[in-house]
Protein backbone atom coordinates (compact mmCIF):
# COMPACT_ATOMS: atom_id res chain seq x y z
CA UNK A 1 0.00 0.00 0.00
CA UNK A 2 1.05 3.27 -0.99
CA UNK A 3 1.70 5.45 1.58
CA UNK A 4 -0.57 7.90 0.84
CA UNK A 5 -3.43 5.83 0.22
CA UNK A 6 -5.51 4.82 3.04
CA UNK A 7 -8.30 2.15 3.65
CA UNK A 8 -10.93 3.44 5.78
CA UNK A 9 -13.97 1.96 7.25
CA UNK A 10 -17.07 4.14 8.26
CA UNK A 11 -19.80 2.45 10.04
CA UNK A 12 -23.50 4.56 10.17
CA UNK A 13 -26.07 2.52 12.09
CA UNK A 14 -29.79 3.49 11.97
CA UNK A 15 -33.31 2.68 13.18
CA UNK A 16 -33.90 -0.11 11.06
CA UNK A 17 -30.81 -0.15 8.73
CA UNK A 18 -26.67 -0.10 9.19
CA UNK A 19 -25.05 1.78 6.37
CA UNK A 20 -21.16 1.07 5.75
CA UNK A 21 -18.46 2.38 3.20
CA UNK A 22 -15.06 1.20 2.40
CA UNK A 23 -12.95 4.37 1.20
CA UNK A 24 -9.72 4.52 -0.72
CA UNK A 25 -8.66 8.17 0.89
CA UNK A 26 -12.30 9.57 0.31
CA UNK A 27 -13.34 7.21 -3.01
CA UNK A 28 -15.86 4.62 -2.09
CA UNK A 29 -14.59 1.25 -2.39
CA UNK A 30 -17.69 -0.40 -1.38
CA UNK A 31 -20.98 0.92 -0.07
CA UNK A 32 -23.90 -1.42 1.22
CA UNK A 33 -26.88 -0.07 2.86
CA UNK A 34 -27.77 -3.03 5.19
CA UNK A 35 -31.73 -3.88 6.01
CA UNK A 36 -32.69 -5.30 8.84
CA UNK A 37 -36.35 -6.21 9.02
CA UNK A 38 -38.98 -5.54 12.00
CA UNK A 39 -38.70 -9.20 12.81
CA UNK A 40 -35.25 -9.30 12.94
CA UNK A 41 -35.16 -6.66 15.61
CA UNK A 42 -38.25 -7.43 17.49
CA UNK A 43 -36.03 -9.68 19.09
CA UNK A 44 -33.96 -7.44 21.02
CA UNK A 45 -35.14 -5.26 24.12
CA UNK A 46 -32.87 -2.82 24.02
CA UNK A 47 -30.90 -1.04 20.95
CA UNK A 48 -27.22 -2.11 22.81
CA UNK A 49 -28.25 -5.87 22.40
CA UNK A 50 -28.45 -5.65 18.77
CA UNK A 51 -24.96 -5.13 18.57
CA UNK A 52 -23.15 -8.72 17.74
CA UNK A 53 -26.29 -9.22 15.02
CA UNK A 54 -25.26 -6.18 13.25
CA UNK A 55 -21.80 -6.09 13.47
CA UNK A 56 -22.01 -10.21 11.78
CA UNK A 57 -23.97 -8.46 9.29
CA UNK A 58 -21.43 -6.30 8.54
CA UNK A 59 -18.50 -9.07 8.59
CA UNK A 60 -20.97 -11.21 6.09
CA UNK A 61 -21.11 -8.45 3.45
CA UNK A 62 -17.26 -7.27 3.95
CA UNK A 63 -16.67 -10.57 3.19
CA UNK A 64 -18.85 -11.27 0.29
CA UNK A 65 -17.30 -8.23 -1.34
CA UNK A 66 -13.72 -9.57 -0.59
CA UNK A 67 -13.26 -6.66 1.70
CA UNK A 68 -10.11 -7.54 4.33
CA UNK A 69 -10.40 -5.98 7.40
CA UNK A 70 -7.14 -6.30 8.22
CA UNK A 71 -6.03 -4.09 5.68
CA UNK A 72 -8.36 -1.34 7.24
CA UNK A 73 -6.14 1.63 8.39
CA UNK A 74 -9.08 3.16 10.35
CA UNK A 75 -12.64 2.88 11.28
CA UNK A 76 -15.18 5.73 11.77
CA UNK A 77 -18.09 5.06 13.41
CA UNK A 78 -21.09 8.05 13.96
CA UNK A 79 -21.33 8.82 17.33
CA UNK A 80 -24.07 8.12 19.43
CA UNK A 81 -26.18 9.36 22.71
CA UNK A 82 -22.56 10.32 24.93
CA UNK A 83 -22.28 12.40 26.81
CA UNK A 84 -21.56 16.38 25.86
CA UNK A 85 -18.79 16.90 24.09
CA UNK A 86 -16.87 19.86 21.79
CA UNK A 87 -16.79 18.62 17.94
CA UNK A 88 -14.27 16.46 17.16
CA UNK A 89 -12.67 13.43 16.29
CA UNK A 90 -12.16 10.41 19.61
CA UNK A 91 -11.29 7.16 19.81
CA UNK A 92 -13.12 4.69 20.86
CA UNK A 93 -12.80 3.89 25.06
CA UNK A 94 -13.46 2.07 27.63
CA UNK A 95 -15.16 4.75 29.24
CA UNK A 96 -17.25 5.83 26.26
CA UNK A 97 -18.18 1.98 25.02
CA UNK A 98 -19.56 1.64 28.65
CA UNK A 99 -21.76 4.93 28.32
CA UNK A 100 -22.65 3.50 24.83
CA UNK A 101 -23.64 0.24 26.24
CA UNK A 102 -25.24 2.07 29.26
CA UNK A 103 -27.55 4.51 27.33
CA UNK A 104 -25.93 7.04 29.25
CA UNK A 105 -28.15 9.89 27.14
CA UNK A 106 -30.45 7.77 25.38
CA UNK A 107 -31.33 4.30 23.80
CA UNK A 108 -30.46 5.21 19.87
CA UNK A 109 -29.16 3.25 17.15
CA UNK A 110 -26.57 5.07 16.60
CA UNK A 111 -25.17 4.08 19.89
CA UNK A 112 -24.07 1.07 17.81
CA UNK A 113 -21.61 2.72 15.95
CA UNK A 114 -18.24 3.06 18.50
CA UNK A 115 -19.37 -0.84 20.28
CA UNK A 116 -18.71 -2.20 16.51
CA UNK A 117 -16.04 -0.50 14.98
CA UNK A 118 -13.67 -1.24 18.30
CA UNK A 119 -14.83 -4.92 18.17
CA UNK A 120 -13.87 -4.78 14.26
CA UNK A 121 -10.83 -2.44 15.59
CA UNK A 122 -9.42 -5.66 17.50
CA UNK A 123 -10.09 -8.02 14.62
CA UNK A 124 -7.91 -5.95 11.99
CA UNK A 125 -5.47 -6.23 14.11
CA UNK A 126 -4.39 -2.40 13.38
CA UNK A 127 -7.10 -0.15 12.90
CA UNK A 128 -7.99 2.16 15.48
CA UNK A 129 -11.90 2.43 16.15
CA UNK A 130 -12.96 6.34 16.11
CA UNK A 131 -16.31 8.82 16.21
CA UNK A 132 -16.79 12.27 14.66
CA UNK A 133 -18.67 14.77 15.25
CA UNK A 134 -21.79 12.76 17.45
CA UNK A 135 -25.49 14.45 17.87
CA UNK A 136 -23.93 15.37 21.19
CA UNK A 137 -21.80 17.96 20.01
CA UNK A 138 -22.24 20.77 22.58
CA UNK A 139 -20.55 24.39 21.93
CA UNK A 140 -23.67 26.21 23.47
CA UNK A 141 -22.85 29.34 24.71
CA UNK A 142 -23.81 29.35 28.45
CA UNK A 143 -26.92 32.33 27.94
CA UNK A 144 -28.62 29.78 24.84
CA UNK A 145 -29.30 26.70 27.74
CA UNK A 146 -31.46 29.11 29.65
CA UNK A 147 -35.22 27.86 29.05
CA UNK A 148 -36.88 30.33 31.63
CA UNK A 149 -37.18 28.21 34.40
CA UNK A 150 -34.58 26.70 36.56
CA UNK A 151 -36.54 22.87 36.65
CA UNK A 152 -35.74 22.84 32.44
CA UNK A 153 -32.79 23.55 30.75
CA UNK A 154 -32.11 23.55 26.85
CA UNK A 155 -29.49 21.03 25.22
CA UNK A 156 -27.65 20.74 22.24
CA UNK A 157 -28.37 17.30 20.46
CA UNK A 158 -28.77 18.14 16.84
CA UNK A 159 -27.24 16.28 13.28
CA UNK A 160 -23.86 17.62 13.99
CA UNK A 161 -22.14 15.53 11.71
CA UNK A 162 -23.64 16.46 8.69
CA UNK A 163 -23.67 20.32 9.64
CA UNK A 164 -20.26 20.39 10.56
CA UNK A 165 -19.05 18.68 6.83
CA UNK A 166 -21.46 20.98 4.83
CA UNK A 167 -20.35 23.47 6.89
CA UNK A 168 -16.84 22.92 6.03
CA UNK A 169 -17.51 22.36 2.61
CA UNK A 170 -18.82 25.80 1.81
CA UNK A 171 -16.07 27.58 3.48
CA UNK A 172 -13.65 25.14 1.59
CA UNK A 173 -15.40 26.27 -1.81
CA UNK A 174 -15.36 30.02 -0.77
CA UNK A 175 -11.65 29.58 -0.04
CA UNK A 176 -12.12 30.62 3.32
CA UNK A 177 -11.59 28.76 6.90
CA UNK A 178 -14.57 27.22 8.47
CA UNK A 179 -13.11 28.53 11.84
CA UNK A 180 -13.35 32.33 10.53
CA UNK A 181 -16.42 32.81 9.31
CA UNK A 182 -20.37 32.49 10.43
CA UNK A 183 -22.73 30.22 8.88
CA UNK A 184 -26.07 28.98 9.44
CA UNK A 185 -27.09 25.86 8.41
CA UNK A 186 -30.38 23.80 8.25
CA UNK A 187 -30.35 20.13 8.14
CA UNK A 188 -33.56 19.03 7.30
CA UNK A 189 -34.66 15.35 7.08
CA UNK A 190 -37.07 12.86 9.68
CA UNK A 191 -36.06 15.42 12.03
CA UNK A 192 -34.86 18.95 11.49
CA UNK A 193 -32.22 20.95 13.16
CA UNK A 194 -31.25 24.85 12.74
CA UNK A 195 -27.68 25.41 14.02
CA UNK A 196 -26.15 29.21 14.27
CA UNK A 197 -22.26 28.15 13.45
CA UNK A 198 -20.14 31.29 14.84
CA UNK A 199 -15.99 30.75 13.39
CA UNK A 200 -16.10 26.72 13.61
CA UNK A 201 -18.62 26.56 16.46
CA UNK A 202 -22.81 26.17 16.91
CA UNK A 203 -23.39 28.40 19.63
CA UNK A 204 -26.84 28.10 19.31
CA UNK A 205 -28.79 25.36 18.28
CA UNK A 206 -32.31 22.79 18.77
CA UNK A 207 -32.27 19.81 20.16
CA UNK A 208 -33.78 18.02 17.30
CA UNK A 209 -33.45 14.69 19.09
CA UNK A 210 -36.88 15.83 21.63
CA UNK A 211 -38.66 17.77 18.41
CA UNK A 212 -37.52 21.06 19.56
CA UNK A 213 -37.58 23.67 16.69
CA UNK A 214 -39.47 23.39 13.36
CA UNK A 215 -41.79 20.57 12.47
CA UNK A 216 -40.34 17.87 10.44
CA UNK A 217 -42.16 14.58 8.55
CA UNK A 218 -42.13 12.99 11.81
CA UNK A 219 -41.38 15.17 14.68
CA UNK A 220 -43.94 18.04 16.32
CA UNK A 221 -41.73 20.66 16.70
CA UNK A 222 -41.67 23.31 19.37
CA UNK A 223 -45.65 23.42 20.82
CA UNK A 224 -47.43 25.80 22.89
CA UNK A 225 -46.61 24.78 26.27
CA UNK A 226 -49.98 24.80 27.79
CA UNK A 227 -51.73 22.89 25.48
CA UNK A 228 -48.51 20.08 25.93
CA UNK A 229 -49.84 20.70 30.06
CA UNK A 230 -53.52 20.02 29.25
CA UNK A 231 -53.21 16.83 26.89
CA UNK A 232 -50.71 15.25 29.23
CA UNK A 233 -53.05 16.17 32.55
CA UNK A 234 -56.41 15.59 30.39
CA UNK A 235 -56.42 11.80 30.96
CA UNK A 236 -56.80 11.11 27.47
CA UNK A 237 -53.48 9.90 26.71
CA UNK A 238 -50.71 7.31 28.08
CA UNK A 239 -46.96 8.79 28.49
CA UNK A 240 -46.08 6.33 25.17
CA UNK A 241 -49.02 7.88 23.42
CA UNK A 242 -47.58 11.77 23.64
CA UNK A 243 -43.81 10.37 23.12
CA UNK A 244 -45.19 8.97 20.06
CA UNK A 245 -46.74 12.53 19.42
CA UNK A 246 -43.59 14.50 19.93
CA UNK A 247 -41.48 12.48 18.19
CA UNK A 248 -42.47 9.76 15.45
CA UNK A 249 -46.22 10.71 14.68
CA UNK A 250 -45.90 14.45 14.86
CA UNK A 251 -45.32 16.98 11.71
CA UNK A 252 -46.78 15.24 8.41
CA UNK A 253 -47.20 12.03 9.92
CA UNK A 254 -50.16 13.40 12.09
CA UNK A 255 -51.66 16.13 9.92
CA UNK A 256 -51.66 13.87 6.60
CA UNK A 257 -50.89 10.40 7.72
CA UNK A 258 -47.70 10.39 5.46
CA UNK A 259 -44.24 10.71 7.20
CA UNK A 260 -41.83 10.52 4.00
CA UNK A 261 -41.24 14.15 3.19
CA UNK A 262 -40.54 12.75 -1.05
CA UNK A 263 -43.91 11.25 -0.90
CA UNK A 264 -45.56 14.80 0.15
CA UNK A 265 -43.33 16.02 -2.11
CA UNK A 266 -45.06 14.60 -5.08
CA UNK A 267 -48.68 14.28 -4.09
CA UNK A 268 -48.29 18.86 -3.64
CA UNK A 269 -46.99 18.80 -7.12
CA UNK A 270 -49.59 16.68 -8.40
CA UNK A 271 -52.00 19.14 -6.88
CA UNK A 272 -53.00 17.87 -3.53
CA UNK A 273 -53.48 20.89 -1.41
CA UNK A 274 -53.51 19.64 2.16
CA UNK A 275 -49.53 18.61 1.38
CA UNK A 276 -48.56 22.11 -0.52
CA UNK A 277 -50.09 23.89 2.86
CA UNK A 278 -48.03 21.53 5.02
CA UNK A 279 -44.59 21.69 3.20
CA UNK A 280 -45.68 25.26 3.45
CA UNK A 281 -45.87 25.52 6.94
CA UNK A 282 -43.25 23.47 7.47
CA UNK A 283 -40.55 25.62 5.50
CA UNK A 284 -42.49 28.60 6.75
CA UNK A 285 -41.23 27.27 10.54
CA UNK A 286 -38.20 26.73 8.80
CA UNK A 287 -37.20 30.14 7.90
CA UNK A 288 -38.54 31.74 11.23
CA UNK A 289 -36.06 29.81 12.84
CA UNK A 290 -32.87 30.98 10.62
CA UNK A 291 -34.33 34.47 11.45
CA UNK A 292 -33.76 33.77 14.72
CA UNK A 293 -30.10 31.91 14.65
CA UNK A 294 -29.15 34.93 12.38
CA UNK A 295 -30.12 37.02 15.46
CA UNK A 296 -27.87 35.07 17.78
CA UNK A 297 -24.91 35.53 15.39
CA UNK A 298 -26.11 39.42 15.04
CA UNK A 299 -26.77 39.54 11.65
CA UNK A 300 -23.03 38.88 10.79
CA UNK A 301 -23.89 35.78 8.40
CA UNK A 302 -21.99 34.94 5.50
CA UNK A 303 -24.72 32.57 4.33
CA UNK A 304 -27.61 29.99 5.20
CA UNK A 305 -27.01 26.27 4.17
CA UNK A 306 -29.86 24.14 3.71
CA UNK A 307 -28.74 20.35 3.70
CA UNK A 308 -30.77 16.86 4.44
CA UNK A 309 -32.83 14.58 2.06
CA UNK A 310 -35.35 17.51 2.02
CA UNK A 311 -33.45 19.93 0.46
CA UNK A 312 -33.92 17.92 -3.01
CA UNK A 313 -37.13 19.35 -2.58
CA UNK A 314 -37.01 22.74 -4.76
CA UNK A 315 -40.46 24.10 -3.40
CA UNK A 316 -39.06 24.21 0.18
CA UNK A 317 -35.77 25.61 -0.62
CA UNK A 318 -37.12 27.84 -2.71
CA UNK A 319 -39.46 29.21 -0.23
CA UNK A 320 -36.75 29.43 2.77
CA UNK A 321 -35.08 31.34 0.68
CA UNK A 322 -37.48 33.93 -0.12
CA UNK A 323 -37.85 34.07 3.52
CA UNK A 324 -34.22 34.82 4.42
CA UNK A 325 -32.56 35.65 1.64
CA UNK A 326 -32.14 39.30 2.98
CA UNK A 327 -30.06 37.41 5.48
CA UNK A 328 -27.74 36.19 3.40
CA UNK A 329 -27.26 34.06 0.36
CA UNK A 330 -28.98 30.73 0.75
CA UNK A 331 -27.27 27.84 -0.91
CA UNK A 332 -28.31 24.17 -0.82
CA UNK A 333 -25.98 21.20 -0.69
CA UNK A 334 -29.14 18.79 -0.55
CA UNK A 335 -28.21 14.98 0.87
CA UNK A 336 -26.61 13.30 4.21
CA UNK A 337 -23.42 11.69 2.79
CA UNK A 338 -22.86 10.50 6.34
CA UNK A 339 -20.60 7.73 5.13
CA UNK A 340 -18.38 10.31 3.28
CA UNK A 341 -18.34 13.00 6.31
CA UNK A 342 -16.98 10.24 8.17
CA UNK A 343 -14.68 9.13 5.85
CA UNK A 344 -13.03 12.87 5.29
CA UNK A 345 -13.38 12.80 9.56
CA UNK A 346 -11.21 10.02 8.72
CA UNK A 347 -8.76 11.00 6.18
CA UNK A 348 -7.62 14.22 8.11
CA UNK A 349 -6.73 12.40 11.19
CA UNK A 350 -4.79 9.90 9.23
CA UNK A 351 -2.99 12.60 7.66
CA UNK A 352 -2.49 14.71 11.09
CA UNK A 353 -4.37 17.26 10.00
CA UNK A 354 -6.83 16.56 12.85
CA UNK A 355 -6.21 15.32 16.15
CA UNK A 356 -8.25 13.37 17.80
CA UNK A 357 -9.57 13.96 21.26
CA UNK A 358 -10.07 11.73 24.72
CA UNK A 359 -13.33 10.96 25.69
CA UNK A 360 -13.15 11.15 29.56
Do not use: W
Not at 32 to 43: F, G, P, V, Y
Not at 121 to 146: L, N, T, W
Not at 148 to 169: C, D, E, M, T, Y
Not at 213 to 223: D, E, H, I, T, V
Amino acid sequence: MKANRFHILTVNPGSTSTKIGVFNNLKPGFIKNIKHSAEELKRFARVAEQYEFRKDAIANELKNAGADIADLDIIMARGGLIKPIPSGIYEVNDKMLADLADGLMGEHASNLGGLIAADLAKQSGKAKAYIADPVVVDEMHEVARVAGHPAFRRFSVFHALNQKAIARRHANSVNKKYEDINLIVAHMGGGISVGAHRRGKVIDVNNALDGDGPFSPQRSGSLPARQVMEICFGGKHEKEQIERMLVGEGGFAAYLGINDAYEVEKRAENGDADCRFFQEAMAYQVGKYIGSMAATLNGEVEAILLTGGIAYDTFICDYIRNMTKFIAPVIAYPGEDELSALANNGLLLLKGVMLPQEYV
